[in-house]
């Protein structure tokens, strides 16, 4: 996200919570119940943002996360295309002999 994402994001944000308020004041709640309310909302949307960004950084769901993933599998595909059959063919060997050895 670009720096001029998250200011247009934030001042949405300021725009919509001044919107909830007009809405508040014209349902029929005094000025200070609808800033309280208001403020209120804020809040519970912003921790459920919170919680959703939490869920995603613990369970590796970060974009950061899944580029470097594709990356390494990309990485470790084009070293196996590179390969020669006889490279192949000796690393399945030493594959196979390890998992005997194992069991």
């Not at 990485?75 to 002999?97: G, T, Y």
């Amino acid at each position: 996200m670009r720096r001029i994402d998250a200011i247009g994001i934030g001042f949405g944000i300021f725009i919509a919570g001044g919107l909830v308020y007009l809405g508040l004041q014209l349902v029929g709640l005094d000025g200070q119940q609808a800033g309280i309310w208001s403020q209120t909302l804020l809040v519970m949307g912003l921790m459920g943002w919170l919680a959703t960004y939490v869920l995603r950084a613990v369970g590796n769901k970060m974009t950061y996360h899944q580029q470097r993933e594709h990356y390494e599998q990309a990485f470790l595909q084009q070293r196996l295309d590179e390969l020669s059959p006889e490279e192949l063919a000796k690393i399945q060997a030493e594959i196979e002999q390890e998992e005997q050895s194992q069991v």
